[in-house]
């Protein structure tokens, strides 16, 4: 699950929609005046139609002085005013749309595309791969002068036409590559394409094929794997044209080496279910049959312009309780020319188990992560090609949480030099209800040595190993959970962190290694100006710009944002402070400490009293992590600058990376929790002397737009008075299976748990003053079909006090046609008119 316009325009469409409201009240009374004067004047004396001119001409001067008086009536505050929308008190510049659409405030980062090509693992100079001087080249981190240029230009020329470049990825040993072009964007993660392959020493483009949904190179850069019309075929770069089709069944029914919709949105996050042997003597794939999966019809309305009909296109979309689609692992021979099943079916009571991860541990055994559909039981299977085996290696129970998918399992080989004895791999595992990475060595193993432990957690498990050094590199929240800090932890010295990165001050740092990590590009995103440096972490010669890092040499920084930081001394832009909350006690008698920060506006007067508008913004998905210290400028700035509110957000209970226990009390019973924290966050604001408590909302999309309404409901509008939600859930029967269940189990097993978590209250919801419902018509992921049914029900039970906006063939993002631009420029005006209390009318 998952903006920015002109102000003074803003501004002047809000003053003349109130103008013409008022001429409107005018004109009817005018007209209803002259009607009476006529009917008058045939029969009264012209002293009694002068006497009644007085009367309405003082009632008219009643009302005009009603109306321009600066307070406000129903409580006898000041009328709430808006803030110069250009310059604050000191004369530095504000935050508006139009600086934050234009790019003032776009942070620059560059990706390098680090090379796995040496089979020496001691042998690593960093090389990845760039564009530069209109050509992509590969570059050495550890030798400056080293360059060695790829293809030149972004085009080439094939059979006389003219081929654009949209993607290069270069064979292991650097003599090839494999060329990506005429792109087609499927669903989030997929496309569909034409590949060439390039022969640097002949200089020879070659067309492997059209409409193909991925292309992988084997490690031993020879052969190419290709998925074509959900069939895998197998294309040869010595003989240059495709030498086996390795599957046969591939329809619209029957995915081979590819995600189906479910799995390419909530499994892999990717294009991709198919991985070679580290040696390319095998790879193994999933194939995915759809065949009982039930279909969902998308129509499309403006694809084309002159279409009187509706293009509909349907996927297969399994909902919660219904048919999942039944997955095997298989595994192929390049030497044979065959391939078989694993059966990862027959280890489990119900034959639509999850499939989340597969890794090759060595060049003859593979392990899969094997799940029930609710992902309650994991099992760890080890597949054997050589033996055509399939066994059960571990078992193990969620106790009381859920099995996240994860993508980060790591293959550790074996080496008696560095006295690792046994081929093995690192995992992530809960320890004492948090997340820590564990190594199970040999790969059988059923107890793993426990790397490290305590009451923080590792993100998304290791980033990386030197071979050499026995370390395992990861990203952490053991400084604070609203921070990510690297450190490392050496295999032959289990619970021995140690620091990379400098945790004496707030950080937010990501990172990407060369292949045998010696070498890193370490990204700092915040809370301060992003920068982005390459680190050599072998060396022992003292760092001469530390910054960062408190570990390894700066070799040089790849990106400082210099232009960014000059740019941000004109501007004013509104700071977020990062705190922990405390909501109060649970049911137990327990602190609830959530994670917090607020956006005070420009020029803030705590003296001030019943002023402040507060700006609620929500995701609070399971797992889900929005208070993060990173940099950034955007919609919640524009909000505090612009329209002088608070703007708040607050993880609530059933978020990420605060421990087991505080995320899975969500489990079977989602929106509930989820929304007492969010009322409480607004108790607590509205309790302040300078905040108007008749002004706190709540803004959120895709699960974010589920709390909106969940908490309009539970709230009935004490709280929070106003609510603008995008793209809601609004029934779980009504979503995906493996995001649904994973953490509601099936209707089925749960009915009391989906007919509690749907918004279903609406005339709770209608006590708050209005509420505002976006969503796109072509949304994949959460179906109009949501929006639509909570309308049905707002219709049925007389609610009115509400908005609409829809989005024709947008999809989950709304940027169809312009309106990723709409969709934020109506929730500003939308929010701004409902501070002017024009909704009160």
Do not use: C
Not at 134 to 150: F, I, T, W
Not at 677 to 700: C, E
Request: aromatic letters at 12%.
């Amino acid at each position: 699950m998952s903006g920015t316009g002109d102000n003074n325009h803003n501004e002047r469409t809000s003053l003349t929609a109130r103008n013409d409201a008022d001429e409107d009240i005018e004109r009817i009374s005018d007209t209803h005046f002259k009607s009476q004067s006529r009917q008058l004047v045939d029969r009264l004396i012209k002293l009694g139609v002068v006497v009644l001119l007085l009367v309405w001409g003082s009632l008219l001067l009643i009302k005009t002085l009603k109306h321009n008086d600066s307070t406000d009536p129903q409580n006898n505050r000041p009328q709430f005013q808006f803030p110069n929308p250009n310059i604050t008190a000191d004369g530095k510049l504000k935050v508006a749309f139009n600086n934050v659409r234009n790019g003032t405030f776009k942070v620059q980062l560059k990706n390098i595309q680090w090379l796995e090509h040496s089979p020496d693992m001691n042998d690593d100079t960093g090389l990845y791969v760039t564009w530069q001087n209109d050509s992509y080249v590969v570059k050495s981190v550890s030798d400056e002068h080293y360059e060695k240029v790829l293809v030149k230009g972004k085009t080439f020329v094939k059979d006389g036409h003219n081929i654009t470049i949209d993607n290069i990825v270069a064979s292991p040993d650097l003599q090839k590559l494999l060329i990506k072009t005429n792109t087609i964007k499927n669903w989030r993660h997929s496309t569909v394409a034409s590949y060439f392959t390039y022969d640097q020493k002949l200089k020879v483009f070659n067309h492997i094929g059209d409409h193909i949904a991925l292309a992988l190179w084997s490690p031993n850069s020879i052969e190419i794997a290709y998925v074509q019309d959900n069939d895998i075929f197998l294309y040869s770069t010595t003989e240059n044209k495709t030498v086996e089709q390795v599957t046969s069944d591939g329809s619209s029914q029957i995915f081979n080496g590819r995600p189906d919709w479910v799995y390419e949105e909530e499994v892999f996050e990717s294009d991709k279910a198919l991985w070679w042997s580290p040696d390319g003597s095998y790879f193994a794939f999933l194939k995915i049959d759809e065949t009982d999966v039930n279909e969902f019809t998308i129509p499309y309305y403006v694809q084309e312009e002159n279409s009187i009909y509706p293009e509909m296109r349907t996927i297969k979309y399994p909902k919660s309780g219904q048919p999942n689609p039944i997955v095997d692992l298989y595994v192929y021979s390049i030497n044979d020319k065959t391939s078989f099943a694993s059966h990862t079916s027959k280890y489990f009571q119900d034959s639509d188990n999850l499939i989340t991860e597969v890794v090759w541990v060595g060049n003859d055994k593979v392990i899969a992560k094997v799940s029930d559909r609710s992902q309650d039981l994991l099992k760890i299977l080890a597949v054997d090609p050589n033996t055509r085996s399939t066994e059960v290696s571990r078992i193990e129970s969620s106790q009381g949480g859920w099995w996240e998918v994860t993508h980060n399992t790591m293959y550790i080989p074996s080496s008696k030099k560095f006295k690792r004895f046994h081929e093995g791999y690192i995992d992530i595992l809960p320890i004492n209800g948090f997340n820590h990475l564990v190594y199970f060595s040999p790969v059988n193993a059923t107890h793993p040595v426990i790397l490290t432990k305590g009451r923080w957690e590792v993100v998304n498990g290791p980033a990386a190993f030197d071979y050499e050094t026995n370390r395992v590199y990861f990203i952490s929240t053991k400084k604070s959970s609203m921070e990510r800090h690297l450190y490392f932890v050496k295999l032959d010295a289990p619970g021995i962190v140690h620091k990379v990165t400098d945790t004496s001050k707030d950080g937010v740092f990501s990172a990407t290694f060369s292949t045998n990590a010696r070498f890193m590009l370490l990204t700092y995103s915040g809370p301060k100006i992003p920068y982005q440096k390459i680190v050599d972490l072998r060396s022992q010669t003292k760092d001469k710009h530390p910054e960062g890092n408190n570990h390894g040499e700066t070799l040089y920084y790849l990106e400082e944002n210099e232009e960014l930081s000059k740019k941000m001394k004109l501007y004013k832009a509104p700071k977020k402070k990062f705190s922990e909350l405390n909501l109060g006690k649970d049911e137990n008698g327990a602190d609830i400490i959530v994670n917090s920060f607020e956006i005070l506006p420009n020029d803030f007067n705590r003296n001030l009293k019943n002023h402040y508008p507060v700006f609620f913004y929500a995701y609070g998905g399971p797992n889900s992590q929005q208070v993060v210290k990173n940099f950034g400028v955007g919609f919640n700035e524009i909000i505090a600058s612009q329209l002088g509110a608070i703007v708040v957000v607050v993880d609530g209970r059933g978020t990420g990376f605060k421990g087991r226990e505080f995320r899975s009390l969500v489990r079977d019973n989602l929106g509930d929790y989820e929304a007492q924290d969010q009322i409480a966050a607004a108790t607590y604001y509205g309790s302040k002397p300078y905040v108007d408590s008749d002004k706190i909302s709540l803004f959120g999309w895709s699960y974010g737009g589920y709390l909106t309404l969940k908490t309009l409901e539970r709230d009935a509008g004490k709280h929070f008075k106003y609510g603008m939600s995008v793209a809601p859930v609004t029934d779980w029967r009504l979503y995906d299976s493996v995001y649904t269940e994973r953490y509601m189990h099936t209707p089925q097993e749960n009915e009391e748990g989906y007919n509690h978590a749907r918004v279903n209250n609406v005339t709770s919801i209608g006590e708050a003053k209005r509420f505002l419902l976006m969503h796109g018509t072509g949304d994949d992921n959460v179906h109009f079909q949501n929006s639509l049914k909570f309308l049905d029900e707002l219709n049925l039970n007389n609610i009115e006090n509400y908005d609409v906006h829809v989005f024709p063939d947008s999809d989950h993002s709304i940027s169809y046609h312009n309106a990723n631009r709409i969709v934020y420029d109506k929730l500003f005006n939308w929010i701004k008119h409902a501070y002017l209390g024009v909704y009160l009318l």
